[in-house]
């Protein structure tokens, strides 16, 4: 029912910006709590952030709060994650995530319903 598409990683120097963006398919898709998710070489996937799709409360990794920011325009079914600051430890493939419930997103990362491919965020030294 709903399809998930990443863009915008890329190589980036420590202290600049990057902004992901997540294209979705589906006529559900502003129903659907929205999430990010990262995966660095060796390591699980760990959540990073989220966005609620009734009243667009977000959750955040809270060593990422304050550098990264997600945010959803429902009317072009995209989710973004606009990251500053970042740094060599920022380097991972980042996931897209949608789920009906924004609590699946934050606490169990098994239960989520749909799963983007992901995009190679590079942060150099």
């Known amino acids: 029912q709903v399809q998930l598409v990443e863009s915008g990683g890329g190589l980036v120097q420590a202290g600049g910006s990057l902004r992901l963006s997540c294209a979705a398919s589906g006529r559900s898709f502003s129903t659907y709590a929205m999430g990010w998710f990262r995966q660095a070489p060796g390591k699980e996937r760990e959540f990073v952030a989220a966005?609620?799709?009734?009243?667009?409360?977000?959750y955040y990794l809270e060593s990422l709060k304050g550098r990264f920011t997600i945010s959803r325009d429902n009317a072009k079914n995209t989710v973004y994650l606009q990251m500053n600051s970042l740094k060599p430890e920022d380097t991972a493939v980042y996931y897209c995530a949608a789920d009906p419930s924004i609590s699946v997103i934050v606490r169990n990362r098994d239960g989520i319903d749909y799963w983007g491919t992901g995009t190679l965020v590079t942060v150099s030294s």
């Open positions: 966005i609620q799709w009734s009243d667009l409360n977000t």
